[in-house]
């Protein structure tokens, strides 16, 4: 199995070791330095059927799909801002995450996919978080999050509010949805927009403690 060593404290990176034959899936920019035996090109997540989606998502249409054929090669991946990585282990489930919080996913049978949200309030007035990326397969997934993680694990019925710029990724079982914030004056007053994103468990949800605009745009 690929392995990997995260440094850094404000902006980490990571060091990726990659299994001889095992590709790594990887953001668009990531790369920071590489051995010479590593070779990477551009391919399309999901083949030529979601690259409407994910034009629509700000994504890009292609990731970077990194191999090598030695053992003890390694690649440097970082990204666009200050932050923090995590793991998600596939083992617990598929992925969902918002713009920009992808880096890298490696392992068996690994699919990138771009999702639309199916909630009613979510499709409306999502905007940028209506397009999420879906990661599935057997294997690991590293995640970026703007500053720091909360890591929460929802009980099945358990509800929590956040605004959509805090929200990284969550767990595919998950129910999400956009909800008014309430009050006009809440709206105008309290700086965090007309609506604010519902999480509805089982299932984990990683918050970055910064808020990450849309407009920054992902990999």
């Given at each position: 199995?690929?392995?990997?060593?995260?440094?850094?404290?404000?902006?980490?990176?990571?060091?990726?070791?990659?299994?001889?034959?095992?590709?790594?899936?990887?953001?668009?920019?990531?790369?920071?330095?590489?051995?010479?035996?590593?070779?990477?090109?551009?391919?399309?997540?999901?083949?030529?059927?979601?690259?409407?989606?994910?034009?629509?998502?700000?994504?890009?249409?292609?990731?970077?799909?990194?191999?090598?054929?030695?053992?003890?090669?390694?690649?440097?991946?970082?990204?666009?801002?200050?932050?923090?990585?995590?793991?998600?282990?596939?083992?617990?489930?598929?992925?969902?995450?918002?713009?920009?919080?992808?880096?890298?996913?490696?392992?068996?049978?690994?699919?990138?996919?771009?999702?639309?949200?199916?909630?009613?309030?979510?499709?409306?007035f999502g905007g940028a978080g209506l397009f999420?990326?879906?990661?599935?397969?057997?294997?690991?997934?590293?995640?970026?999050?703007?500053?720091?993680?909360?890591?929460?694990?929802?009980?099945?019925?358990?509800?929590?509010?956040?605004?959509?710029?805090?929200?990284?990724?969550?767990?595919?079982?998950?129910?999400?949805?956009?909800?008014?914030?309430?009050?006009?004056?809440?709206?105008?007053?309290?700086?965090?927009?007309?609506?604010?994103?519902?999480?509805?468990?089982?299932?984990?949800?990683?918050?970055?403690?910064?808020?990450?605009?849309?407009?920054?745009?992902?990999?």
């Amino acid at each position: 199995m690929t392995r990997y060593t995260v440094h850094g404290q404000i902006a980490q990176y990571a060091r990726m070791t990659p299994e001889p034959g095992q590709a790594i899936w990887a953001s668009k920019g990531a790369i920071m330095s590489y051995t010479s035996d590593v070779r990477w090109n551009l391919r399309m997540p999901g083949g030529a059927g979601g690259v409407a989606k994910r034009l629509l998502s700000g994504e890009g249409v292609s990731l970077l799909y990194i191999e090598t054929d030695r053992p003890g090669q390694s690649i440097m991946l970082g990204v666009k801002e200050p932050g923090h990585l995590m793991e998600w282990d596939l083992a617990d489930g598929p992925v969902m995450t918002t713009r920009g919080s992808f880096v890298a996913a490696w392992g068996d049978d690994i699919g990138i996919d771009v999702t639309i949200a199916k909630r009613a309030g979510a499709m409306l007035f999502g905007g940028a978080g209506l397009f999420l990326q879906r990661i599935s397969g057997s294997g690991k997934v590293l995640l970026h999050g703007s500053g720091d993680f909360q890591d929460t694990r929802l009980e099945p019925g358990q509800e929590l509010f956040t605004s959509t710029g805090n929200l990284a990724a969550f767990a595919a079982d998950v129910d999400y949805n956009i909800q008014a914030v309430g009050s006009v004056g809440k709206f105008f007053f309290s700086g965090e927009g007309l609506f604010l994103t519902k999480l509805t468990g089982p299932g984990r949800v990683l918050l970055q403690s910064l808020k990450r605009t849309h407009s920054k745009g992902g990999s």
